[in-house]
T-cell receptor
């Protein structure tokens, strides 16, 4: 287990409400990522962080924002949830390491927007 | 965006059979990763490949980084029931730094033959 905790594990919310998902790591890794996983689309990158207060957009960033005020925590916020954001959200981390450092994933948050 | 073509999409296994799956791309990658995902959990890293031609094993799993750097293969020998799940390939173009440019295939779903 790579020391990644996602919370909550499940959430049901209504359209238009704000939602924040939390990812907490105990590995002191520099890089943290948020992915969403949908049938037929696989894993798609939403946002990632390369350090405290340093973030960048991924492939599907519209409608999402992130914040990283501490190395160990990376928050994903849906400012106004829509039904198209119903998905399973995964947080991942990677170390800086030499060469490429593979991603290690959390166990996901299943979000349902009604 | 970039695409990885992973095949087959799904396959059925009988205990003891060997299994093969692959990923191809029109682009060159410098890193290939293979993950397995069980229901309700996040993907778990199986094998990481960093050099063209590299052949790496992890127990009954063997993966190869294609010579052209545009493909990778995963083989499972003497399959057992716990091999069922979804297998993902992922490719990265650049060494080091973040995995913000990691691209995932859509997965190969392994099921037990009825």
């Amino acid at each position: 287990d790579a020391g990644i905790t996602q919370s909550p594990r499940h959430k049901v919310t209504e359209t238009g409400t704000p939602v924040t998902l939390r990812c907490h790591q105990t590995e002191n890794h520099r890089y943290m990522y948020w992915y969403r996983q949908d049938p037929g689309h696989g894993l798609r990158l939403i946002h990632y962080s390369y350090g405290v207060k340093d973030t960048d957009k991924g492939e599907v960033s519209d409608g999402y924002s992130v914040s990283r005020s501490k190395t160990e925590d990376f928050l994903l916020t849906l400012e106004s949830a829509t039904s198209s954001q119903t998905s399973v959200y995964f947080c991942a981390i990677s170390g800086r390491g030499q060469g490429s450092s593979p991603l290690h994933f959390g166990n996901g948050t299943r979000l349902t927007v009604t | 965006g970039q695409q990885l073509n992973q095949s087959p999409q799904s396959m059925f296994i009988q205990e003891g059979e060997d299994v093969s799956m692959n990923c191809t791309s029109s682009s060159i990658f410098n890193t290939w990763l293979w993950y397995k995902q069980d229901p309700g959990e996040g993907p778990v890293l199986l094998i990481a490949l960093y050099k063209a031609g590299e052949l790496t094993s992890n127990g009954r799993l063997t993966a190869q980084f294609g010579i052209t750097r545009k493909d990778s293969f995963l083989n499972i020998s003497a399959s057992i029931p716990s091999d069922v799940g979804i297998y993902f390939c992922a490719g990265q173009k650049n060494y080091g730094g973040s995995q913000g440019n990691l691209i995932f295939g859509k997965g190969t779903k392994l099921s037990v033959k009825p």
